[in-house]
T-cell receptor, first 115, second 111 residues
């Protein structure tokens, strides 16, 4: 069965800290995505990656960076955490989209609180 | 602004009833997808419908797509308590699988 694993379900950090959120998929998918989810706003795309060492900005990249050194792992980095980055973070992966599109497979999320 | 907007925002029904939710979007799309999210969990893919398709079925789920109205609907027939979840539509505007999600519909199925 396909699996996307996020390293922590819950995380509490302090303002100004550098925070790493890790995501690993076991499906050999080329595409990986990071979203944040806030009540009433749905999911918003932060960054995505189509291949190793490749990254592209999503809709809300400010304050975040990413790293993809290996195909199965996609890391989200909060360079200097702020309270407005308190949120649920979701990682997803998929095969290449192609003309018809592909479903995305999600991890269970990391609920991050910045104090 | 969000590409997909679901309606209603919340829905409460009795077990055995049908649940219908709608999604509207603004620009042309390659495909539209529906996902379910149980409380505190990640999203689970339900159905993908391509822009040249009008209707798809999967078990108790039926999805329609009207590209002229830029809208889609998800129907859950004979609902069960286990269908209690949030449901999201997501649109893919171009090849590349970059999805834009709506705000979701919260569905409560009462036993």
């Amino acid at each position: 069965d396909v699996k996307v694993t996020q390293s922590s379900r819950y995380l509490v950090k302090r303002t100004g800290e550098k925070v790493f959120l890790e995501c690993v998929q076991d499906m050999d998918h080329e595409n990986m995505f990071w979203y944040r989810q806030d009540p009433g706003l749905g999911l918003r795309l932060i960054y995505f990656s189509y291949d190793v060492k490749m990254k592209e900005k999503g809709d809300i990249p400010e304050g975040y960076s990413v790293s993809r050194e290996k195909k199965e792992r996609f890391s989200l980095i909060l360079e200097s955490a702020s309270t407005n980055q308190t949120s649920m973070y979701l990682c997803a992966s998929s095969p290449p989209g192609g003309a018809g599109g592909q479903p995305q497979h999600f991890g269970d999320g990391t609920r991050l609180s910045i104090l | 602004s969000q590409q997909g907007e679901e309606d209603p925002q919340a829905l409460s029904i009795q077990e055995g009833e049908n649940a219908t939710m709608n999604c509207s979007y603004k620009t042309s799309i390659n495909n539209l997808q529906w996902y379910r999210q149980n409380s505190g969990r990640g999203l689970v893919h339900l159905i993908l419908i391509r822009s040249n398709e009008r209707e798809k079925h999967s078990g108790r789920l039926r999805v329609t797509l009207d590209t002229s109205k830029k809208s889609s609907s998800l129907l859950i027939t004979a609902s069960r308590a286990a269908d209690t979840a949030s449901y999201f539509c997501a649109t893919d505007k171009a090849a590349g699988n970059k999805l834009t999600f709506g705000g979701g519909t919260r569905v409560l199925v009462k036993p």
